[in-house]
């Protein structure tokens, strides 16, 4: 066998082996049926079948030879883009224990050569270099060695072939707006807000608002976020999902329709307008469009019966149904002017719309609660048992300010160093929360950004 390894070389000694092969089992064909299945391999047929085995032996071993060059040429033409990476995985491993000392609240180590180098070849990808994507990289760039060398000594330098230092003008790390981290530009979304959120965020944001309308659409400062751009970084299973909620929470709540099976519930689309019936593509049960009960083929539509248990218990607890949405809402704390998710104002009292009735605006214990909340998350606890005489003024004085003025119109959210639970979402956050400047609301960070 030629010991000469290159690929022509191997290709032609393997079609060789291979038609050898091919005349060998002809041969053999033409001889099936002719001897008796009982009798002795004659030295012609011993020798056959040797040369077989001996050519379908060297064939593999061709094959593996052919392998292990693939691999060789692979090494040689990926070398710099292997070397690349493998400064990529230890900058990255780098910034991770940097990023723990900075939550210990410990110093934060000197950036390393790793990290230089890495920072240094993602800034150059954002003037046109092959690290492309808001989250997978698609390719390397390969740093001048003496390049390289120099950045030991100065981390400031700059494009080679450009007169402008990308680092000075973008910074390669952004912070993501949700978890704090620092994460690389080239690996992060950009919300139409500037903000920026890491994978990892993003994706749970997407996740809380499949389970919950009030995120819905998803959103940045009240800004919604392009479908077309983050959806082709969710999976498959999320993905699929995420359309299927956002067909349901797009549709008029009151004209939705569910399966009226209690084990299913699946959401099966809007009502046609007309009365018709719709089959569970999940359960199989029938379902009318018009009352939206198990079908009644021949008989008149019913109220739906657990509609009708919810109105009897929205009453007993003296709850209230949107006008325009026709959604049941509980007032906890404010006043009597109601926001709904569907953005329709109104009065809690009378559910007219908001500044069309007589009704009055406050309960007075309601106010006085609402003031003492305000006054205790501005000023906080210690505050409160240092000087109680000054909270009560502080709480009397908010409660004639919210009398002529309740409303907060554009929150300023401010960073407040405690734990507490979400106002809104009534998760416990154990280090900080945000406070809003008008309305002293505190909530989580999502909720500020994501929700409100």
């Not at 008796?36 to 056959?48: N, V």
């Not at 940045?220 to 359309?243: E, G, I, K």
Request: hydrophobic share 35%; charged share 25%; net charge negative.
């Amino acid at each position: 066998m030629n010991t000469y390894c290159s690929v022509p070389n191997i290709e032609a000694e393997a079609l060789v082996l291979a038609l050898s092969l091919l005349n060998i089992e002809e041969v053999e064909g033409s001889r099936k049926g002719k001897l008796r299945e009982d009798a002795c391999l004659t030295d012609e047929e011993i020798a056959f079948n040797f040369q077989a085995e001996y050519l379908k032996a060297s064939l593999a071993e061709l094959q593996d030879r052919r392998f292990a060059l693939s691999l060789d040429e692979a090494l040689d033409t990926d070398s710099a883009a292997l070397s690349v990476l493998s400064r990529i995985n230890q900058g990255e491993q780098d910034d991770h224990l940097s990023a723990l000392a900075l939550e210990r609240g410990d110093e934060v180590p000197i950036p390393t050569h790793s990290q230089e180098i890495l920072e240094w070849t993602v800034s150059l990808s954002e003037f046109g270099s092959a690290l492309s994507s808001n989250n997978d990289i698609t390719g390397v760039v390969e740093p001048d060695p003496d390049e390289v060398d120099d950045l030991a000594e100065s981390s400031h330098l700059q494009y080679h072939r450009g007169q402008l230092s990308a680092r000075d003008r973008m910074p390669s790390r952004v912070e993501c707006v949700i978890c704090g981290d620092l994460v690389r530009r080239s690996q992060s979304f950009n919300a139409p807000c500037s903000h920026f959120y890491c994978r990892g965020c993003l994706v749970n944001l997407v996740e809380a608002s499949t389970r919950d309308e009030t995120l819905h659409p998803v959103r940045c400062c009240q800004q919604p976020l392009s479908v077309a751009n983050f959806l082709p970084l969710l999976s498959s299973d999320l993905r699929f999902h995420f359309q299927e909620k956002s067909a349901e929470f797009t549709t008029t709540p009151t004209s939705r329709i569910y399966c009226p099976n209690q084990i299913c519930s699946k959401f099966l689309g809007s009502s046609s307008g007309r009365k018709s019936e719709i089959a569970c593509t999940s359960c199989g049960t029938r379902v009318c469009s018009a009352c939206k009960n198990r079908a009644h083929l021949y008989e008149d539509c019913a109220e739906n019966v657990q509609t009708s248990v919810v109105k009897t218990l929205a009453s007993q607890m003296g709850w209230q149904t949107c006008p325009g949405c026709h959604a049941i809402v509980e007032l906890y704390q404010g006043c009597y002017h109601m926001t709904c998710r569907c953005s329709t104002q109104f009065c809690y009292l009378c559910a007219a719309l908001w500044k069309t009735c007589d009704c009055r605006q406050w309960d007075d214990q309601r106010l006085l609660d609402d003031a003492e909340r305000r006054v205790y998350n501005e000023f906080g606890a210690r505050e409160a048992a240092a000087r109680p005489e000054i909270f009560v003024d502080r709480v009397y004085q908010r409660m004639t300010e919210l009398e002529d003025n309740h409303e907060c119109l554009a929150h300023r959210w401010v960073y407040r160093h405690g734990g507490g639970y979400c106002e809104e979402c009534h998760d416990n956050l154990r280090t900080f929360l945000m406070r809003c400047r008008h309305c002293q609301a505190l909530v989580c960070r999502r909720c500020s950004v994501n929700r409100l």
